[in-house]
Nanobody
Framework: QVRLMESGGGLMQPGGSQKLSCVASGSIASISLMGWYRQAPGKQRELVAIISVDGSTKYGDSVKGRFTVSRDNANKNMVYLEMNNLVPEDTAVYYC??????????????WGQGTQVTVSS
């Protein structure tokens, strides 16, 4: 079984910064992509940022230049999201996502349970 667990959400001030973390654990053989999506109330889930095993990244248009996705060099099972210059429109549940091959040699898309980020004064 593979699990993704996010941490770092909470209430933040507009203009502030916060760092989200996600760790993948369980029966993992290999990890390809890892990243972040978010879903605001009444809206569809959208891409925030993803990073591949070779370090290439992709960002959603609304976060380009403000958010940075990275993977831990020591622990390849961890991914981070550095969020800067937060605005109220960033308020959403943030989900960690990973394209992971389990020890049974099956590639599958996995999701964390999500962490709430609220940006408000």
């Amino acid at each position: 079984q593979v699990r993704l667990m996010e941490s770092g959400g909470g209430l933040m001030q507009p203009g502030g910064s916060q760092k989200l973390s996600c760790v993948a654990s369980g029966s993992i053989a290999s990890i390809s992509l890892m990243g972040w999506y978010r879903q605001a109330p009444g809206k569809q889930r959208e891409l925030v940022a993803i990073i591949s095993v070779d370090g290439s990244t992709k960002y959603g248009d609304s976060v380009k230049g403000r958010f940075t996705v990275s993977r831990d060099n020591a622990n390849k099972n961890m991914v981070y999201l550095e969020m800067n210059n937060l605005v109220p429109e960033d308020t959403a549940v943030y989900y960690c996502n990973g394209l992971i091959m389990s020890t049974s040699k099956v590639w599958q898309n996995y999701w964390g349970q999500g962490t709430q980020v609220t940006v408000s004064s």
